[in-house]
């Protein structure tokens, strides 16, 4: 016998694992939240059918969404996540000496589910981090807080599902107001190449910030095998690495930083569209 | 109804692609061809059941298997490509002012089926290439010829497959011999995380060249979304382009290039594990 779970992310395209063990399966007031064993990248967490992170490769993605506008706000205080239940964004923001650590997700169960099954994600006993289940949006307008860095590490914008509403022009206004003069946004979204229309769409929300980028990262269990980040700076340019971190990683270093806003010129083109 | 091909390349991993149309199945002296038409990457072409190349992505790999090494041997005039019957390497060659290029794929069924399917790909009609059907081990044991740039684009070498006697020690001694003093030589190879073992073995194979090193690229057909490839040098140093092409590209550029060098820290790890 054999089980295996089939991703359908694109049209006419699907990445497919095989499972060794089905660990979890139910629905929260929100999303389906799954996690299975897979023979290739140990756990995964699947929300709404899509992959979320997996034990062999969180690193890459978890490093790359963060460290860059870590980085490119140089010595970030408050950090705000959007989204993030399974902790990794926050433990590799935790690394850096900031002062706190705001994480606001809509599903109490995902981050539940995430501390039983991925323990090692998450540095959830930092008393520098503060959990707070809602809507970001709404934390966002009750907030008198302001951040160095806001980091979105939510679901897809997919239509109908649980993170669209903070892909909207309104959300991104709030962001920009909530952030600190020399405050930096980055966002997990998908590579241009499939649907570059919505990288236009992203692009036009974020036309407050002077200073927005595009770059990549390698993640092989999402569909692509690479996945792209953008990132929106009030002041500093996120392009060049302004320091070396004081700690360790496997995927970012700051060649990495600098090599991954370089874009193959099919790729630019479509940015550079998108930028008008 | 739905049609499907699904690609087994790794274990407990699977890609699909849904097909419009299948437009050719057979068998040479030496292979399985297939051709078929899919929704997301138009037409494409697999031997023995993996995806070789597609009329989207194909620029991506060839661009990248071929100019870096151009650009590292200054001026080269004579190229040879083992494999690369699809014809897509021989037509990035022959952008640059080269005098000859000598193409050896062992199997005459593959060209004439690119032939066929992929009239863009190839540039058959340039007097400057020169198409030999036959075993490059036999070629390169018997020919007078020397090379500044030696382009191996063939299958994996995976077990009792038809590329396996191409990455032998055997075969890189040969090639080394038939390279001038100041040539280069790359292969495609498979993304060192999932089988690091084989990069170690090949790496050892490559012990007469000076500056060996490893790059990678976006191929998003392939397994895992991002393709490797090792550039093995006599004397100049590959990761840097000593000039910018005189043509235009879509994935390569003189940044790109630089930026392909940098690996990962993980990655970097694994490198440096086999180069000893």
């Given at each position: 016998m054999s089980l295996w779970y089939a991703q359908d992310y694109l049209d006419h395209y699907q990445m497919s694992l095989e499972v060794k063990e089905s660990l979890f399966m139910g629905k929260s007031e929100f999303q389906e939240i799954m996690v299975i064993e897979t023979y290739l990248y140990g756990k995964a967490l699947l929300l709404d059918g899509i992959v979320q992170t997996t034990e062999k490769d969180e690193f890459m993605y978890h490093e790359m969404l963060v460290h860059p506008a870590m980085v490119t706000c140089l010595s970030p205080s408050k950090v705000l996540i959007v989204g993030g239940g399974d902790g990794g964004a926050s433990r590799e923001v935790l690394k850096h000496?900031?002062?706190?650590?705001?994480?606001?997700?809509?599903?109490?169960?995902?981050?539940?589910?995430?501390?039983?099954?991925?323990?090692?994600?998450?540095?959830?006993?930092?008393?520098r981090l503060e959990v707070i289940i809602g809507d970001a949006a709404t934390f966002l307008t009750t907030t008198q807080d302001t951040f160095d860095v806001i980091i979105m590490d939510s679901t897809d914008p997919l239509p109908a599902h649980v993170a669209e509403p903070l892909f909207t022009q309104d959300f991104f206004d709030l962001a920009y107001e909530r952030?600190?003069?020399?405050?930096?946004?980055?966002?997990?979204?998908?590579?241009?190449?499939?649907?570059?229309?919505?990288?236009a769409e992203l692009w036009k929300r974020l036309k407050n910030f002077p200073l927005v980028h595009l770059y990549w990262g390698l993640v092989p269990t999402y569909p692509g095998g690479v996945w792209n980040y953008v990132v929106a700076s009030k002041k500093n340019d996120p392009t060049l690495p302004r320091k070396?971190?004081?700690?360790?990683?496997?995927?970012?270093?700051?060649?990495?930083?600098?090599a991954a806003f370089v874009l193959p010129p099919f790729l630019q083109v479509l940015v550079e569209k998108a930028n008008r």
């Open positions: 000496p900031v002062d706190k650590v705001v994480l606001v997700d809509i599903d109490q169960q995902v981050i539940e589910i995430c501390q039983k099954f991925f323990p090692q994600l998450g540095k959830w006993d930092d008393s952030l600190t003069p020399g405050g930096v946004l980055v966002s997990q979204m998908e590579p241009p190449f499939f649907q570059p229309e919505r990288i070396k971190l004081p700690f360790t990683t496997r995927y970012y270093s700051d060649s990495i930083h600098r």
